[in-house]
């Protein structure tokens, strides 16, 4: 006879499967990750450490989670917008289903939300992009003539690039405002540079920063 505690475990996982066939993921709540996430400071590291190829960095922070680490990349804002220019990176050790499905709400849950001028910003509002490593997914905000905000999401997998540590996906938020057009505010997020480990965390990378993926760009710091 089963038991209560095996008949609620039962449930959770029939709705969990009701769900993934809707392609409507649920919050992977941990209460683990959550304390964790709660009381663990970035701590600032050098730009060579850095995930990414951006020229714009300025400042680069870090923290390691449970079984992922987060890193943020501070960007030159030249514009009169108020708030940063930032990439969020997220790497993590994932399974099955999961190594290739970007978790929308999860990773916002995660990152504390989106930021200005796009907090209110619905997935559904998104546009999608291609280039050598895949989708990613955007948005943008003019201000003005001659400024414009964009908000980029996008994962990738340990098939395009080298992953920080032992993780095998990443997932990415960039919000940049640029005196310019949208190609220019987005580029950070594309492959030119996200396909790259910036001379980066050989220690993250066990020294490896070469690329995975045959793609046309700068050549790494």
């Known amino acids: 006879m089963f038991n209560c505690s095996i008949a609620r475990r039962l449930?959770?996982?029939?709705?969990?499967?009701?769900?993934?066939?809707?392609n409507v993921v649920p919050p992977q709540l941990s209460p683990m990750l959550d304390e964790?996430?709660?009381?663990?400071?970035?701590?600032?590291?050098?730009?060579s450490r850095a995930w990414v190829n951006?020229?714009?960095?300025?400042?680069?922070?870090?923290?390691?989670?449970?079984?992922?680490?987060?890193?943020?990349?501070?960007?030159?804002?030249?514009?009169?917008?108020?708030?940063?220019?930032?990439?969020?990176?997220?790497?993590?050790?994932?399974?099955?289903?999961?190594?290739?499905?970007?978790?929308?709400?999860?990773?916002?849950?995660?990152?504390?939300?989106?930021?200005?001028?796009?907090?209110?910003?619905?997935?559904?509002?998104?546009l999608t992009g291609e280039d050598e490593l895949g989708t990613y997914f955007w948005g943008e905000s003019r201000l003005g003539a001659n400024t414009v905000c964009v908000l980029g999401l996008r994962r990738l997998g340990t098939g395009f690039r080298q992953m920080p540590g032992n993780t095998n996906v990443m997932d990415v938020m960039l919000r940049n405002c640029v005196n310019g057009d949208a190609e220019q505010a987005l580029a950070p997020l594309l492959a030119s540079s996200i396909g790259y480990v910036s001379g980066v965390g050989a220690a993250e990378t066990r020294g490896r920063i070469e690329m995975l993926s045959p793609l046309a760009g700068p050549t790494p710091r």
Do not use: H, K
């Not at 449930?11 to 066939?21: G, I, K, M």
């Not at 964790?36 to 730009?47: N, R």
């Not at 709400?105 to 619905?122: H, K, S, V």
């Open 54 to 126: 951006v020229p714009e960095a300025v400042l680069v922070t870090e923290r390691g989670l449970v079984n992922s680490r987060e890193q943020r990349i501070g960007l030159a804002n030249r514009t009169t917008v108020s708030g940063d220019n930032v990439m969020t990176l997220r790497a993590r050790v994932a399974q099955g289903q999961q190594e290739g499905r970007f978790r929308y709400e999860e990773f916002l849950r995660r990152i504390g939300g989106l930021p200005e001028p796009f907090t209110t910003l619905q997935a559904g509002d998104l």
């Open 11 to 22: 449930a959770v996982l029939l709705a969990a499967l009701a769900l993934a066939a809707c």
């Open 36 to 47: 964790v996430e709660e009381t663990t400071a970035f701590a600032t590291v050098p730009l």
